[in-house]
């Protein structure tokens, strides 16, 4: 039987177990002849030829079906395939991006050595949460739709991490914790750009005891950002228009919303930096400083999401965005608005604005402009 030799992130214990569905150690060992470097837009590396150079792996040996199965799901979702490479021991089985090829030497830019320790401190919770996800779907998608999702699944993942380890303060709150729920059955009955999720549970109750057993939904989403570009010295702000399928799916006659602009918080990200990158793809604006408004849930019975809403200081002249925005390849069409404040109070009271982070922004923001225009 060919063994099994796990580098990378799969190195990582907590990750492999999530993976395997249980501890599995393995017998330390080394691929000779390769290196790791780091892969583009992946947490994993990838393998390339070097002379003299060794790799650490975990070696796994008469692995059942099951456990097979797993690592390859899993592999397929990092796009991965199984890969025999020749050592000089006999060839061995490795999952990875693409063999390691010694008449193809790597001089790719950018493509530094790849480091456990370096990976572990910054992405393994991430990875680990997101592998949890994935396994989930094992039995019910393939490795090639598992890395399709794979994107928003960090995404979800991310947003995961973002609570557990920066939760809003608790002052008048009663106190209770997360782990005071009691989760019976948790079901996933859809999963792709946002994902569904059901459960059976029960939590205490004020009054003392617990509740009955509740069956509860909600819409899992990723973390976001919204920004309102204000020019203090004009006294103006953007706006985005674009269509929304949720107004659509509810009937709205007019599915374009005016918002501020928005987009999900990459894994990774500062909610700052997402809100300087969302302003450069959308309406071709670089923002100066950045006051933060709020932090909160816009609708917590049914929807996980989470956004940090923020006024960026800009310049806005006539022709700041006039042109339509946003990326082709998420198929956005955005059209840019550039209104005197004044303006953007008239719209609210006409009702034309119904967006509910526009709306804090701006209510936010009335009293507040000449000390802005100070700070500019």
């Known amino acids: 039987m060919t063994d099994i030799h796990l580098f990378g992130t799969l190195r990582d214990d907590a990750l492999r177990a999530r993976v395997l569905g249980r501890d599995i150690a393995g017998k330390p060992a080394v691929l000779q002849g390769v290196a790791t470097v780091e892969r583009p837009g992946a947490d994993d590396p990838a393998l390339v030829a070097g002379t ?16 097979r199965r797993r690592i390859e799901f899993y592999a397929g979702g990092l796009g991965c395939r199984a890969v025999e490479l020749p050592q000089p021991g006999g060839p061995v089985l490795i999952f990875a991006p693409d063999a390691p090829d010694a008449a193809a ?26 592998a949890e996800e994935a396994m989930g779907y094992l039995g ?51 999963a792709h750009y946002f994902a569904v999720e059901e459960a059976d549970l029960q939590h205490p109750k004020f009054n003392g005891g617990a509740s009955d057993t509740l069956t509860r939904a909600a819409f899992v989403l990723g973390d976001a950002v919204t920004v309102l570009p204000y020019d203090p010295a004009r006294d103006r702000v953007l706006l985005v228009e674009q269509f929304r399928y ?7 006659v007019l599915p374009w919303s005016l918002e501020p602009v928005a ?10 930096e997402a809100i300087r990158r969302e302003c450069d793809e959308e309406a071709g604006l670089t923002l100066g400083h950045l006051e933060p408004v709020a932090s909160y ?8 999401e989470y956004l940090y809403s923020y006024v960026g200081l800009c310049d806005l002249p006539d022709e700041a965005g006039s042109d339509a925005g946003g990326k082709d390849d998420e198929g956005e069409d955005i059209l840019s608005h550039v209104i ?37």
């Not at 987009?263 to 700052?272: L, V, Y």
């Not at 849930?297 to 996980?304: D, Q, R």
């Open 52 to 67: 003299g150079a060794e790799v650490p792996t975990l070696c796994l040996r008469a692995l059942d079906a099951d456990l």
């Open 105 to 130: 030497p790597h001089d790719a830019e950018g493509q530094g050595p790849w480091d456990l320790a370096v990976w572990q401190a910054a992405w393994a919770p991430i990875c680990r949460r997101a």
């Open 140 to 190: 019910r998608i393939d490795g090639a739709t598992l890395a399709g999702r794979m994107p928003t699944i960090r995404v979800r993942a991310s947003s995961w991490v973002r609570a557990q380890t920066a939760p809003a303060p608790r002052h008048l709150r009663r106190g209770y914790d997360r782990d005071r729920v009691a989760v019976h059955d948790r079901r996933q009955p859809y």
């Open 246 to 252: 949720g107004p659509h799916v509810r009937g709205d």
């Open 263 to 272: 987009g999900r918080i990459d894994p990774g990200e500062m909610p700052q």
């Open 297 to 304: 849930y816009p609708s917590p019975g049914a929807v996980t």
């Open 340 to 376: 005197g404040f004044d303006r953007l109070m008239e719209l609210i009271a006409l009702g034309e604005i119904d967006n509910a982070p526009l709306l804090l922004t701006a209510f936010w923001l009335a009293p507040r402009r000449r000390e802005l225009a100070a700070l500019a």
